[in-house]
């Protein structure tokens, strides 16, 4: 039962997504044209979406939201962190495959290419050769014909990673069966540090994923949006796809850690 409410939100109920305005806009509808009665329901309910898709959509709500409400930039691991690590993981977060007349293209989500790009630069960073494990697999076949991990391979090397250090792991679909297909790798290589890279919403999952799995991580947050060019400083009131995209990404992630939690997933 909660499987099913939890797949129910995620495909259609996530606040922030198309489907979701869908879904309250014909409640609203419903509500005005229903009768008397109920039409300040549903006039109020109207207008409280309108005011909910704005605010996702400005970037000084979706800032806070991806960063857990933490002020300034997240901070990011140095040179000094990455001294005693033993292997590199970097989590997929999400690949959509498109094809036509028998050819076809994986395209990573914004956030899975910062996390690819974040784990190429913490290798760079370490005093030797680390291991790192690519992690993803195909979530739904009814967008995705690769897995995640072949896609953060492809990243990785385009970022100077060498595909001999790489390793894939293509059979999770979730965070939890991450931390449950790695956990036995980190354990039978022996390694003690090991750096697990997430955007910052999904961190305290990935963190409390692989505690139960009796592994403690050593977490290093991926930005959640791409470098500005050098003088631009974007308006933190003008909304954006962009914006509304990462506030509801953060909000799936908030609703995915109380999941694991009620099902006892977390360490």
């Known amino acids: 039962m909660l499987d099913a409410f939890a797949q ?5 109920l996530l606040p922030g997504s198309p ?16 009768g ?23 970037p000084a709500v979706a800032s806070p939201l991806a960063t857990r409400f933490r002020t300034g930039v997240v901070p990011r691991l140095t040179a ?17 495959t498109h094809s036509l007349s028998g050819y076809s293209a994986s395209v990573p989500d914004s956030q899975t290419v910062f996390n690819a790009f974040e784990g190429a630069r913490l290798y760079h960073l370490a005093p030797v050769s680390l291991p790192v494990i690519a992690s993803g697999g195909i979530v739904n076949l009814a967008w995705q014909r ?3 991990s ?10 100077g990673v060498p595909a001999d250090r790489i390793t894939l792991e ?7 069966e991450q931390a449950v297909n790695l956990a036995p790798m980190i354990r039978e290589h022996g390694w003690t540090h090991v750096i697990v890279v997430a955007p910052s919403v999904q961190m305290p999952r990935a963190v409390g994923s692989f505690a139960a799995q009796g592994v403690h991580i050593v977490p290093a947050e991926a930005p959640y949006h791409s470098d ?21 990404r953060a909000i799936y992630d908030y609703l995915a850690w109380a999941y694991y939690w009620m099902r006892g997933w977390l360490g």
Not at 8 to 12: F, P, S
Not at 41 to 55: C, E, H, M, R
Not at 228 to 247: I, N
Request: aromatic residues 6%; without cysteine.
């Open 36 to 58: 008397r009665v109920l039409r300040p329901w549903g006039l109020a309910l109207l207008s409280g979406i309108v005011v909910l898709y704005w605010a996702l959509s400005l």
């Open 170 to 176: 293509s059979s999770s679909r979730t965070t939890h």
């Open 80 to 96: 000094a962190d990455v001294q005693r690590a033993d292997a590199i993981v970097v989590l997929g977060a999400g690949v959509v």
């Open 228 to 248: 500005l060019p050098p003088g631009e400083t974007p308006s933190r009131w003008a909304p954006s796809g962009d914006a509304l995209a990462v506030s509801t």
């Open 19 to 34: 489907s979701f305005l869908l879904a309250a806009v014909t409640v609203a509808l419903g509500l005005l044209f229903l």
């Open 150 to 159: 072949g896609v953060i391979r492809d990243l990785l090397v385009r970022a």
């Open 8 to 12: 129910l939100i995620k495909l259609y």
């Open 146 to 148: 690769e897995p995640e």
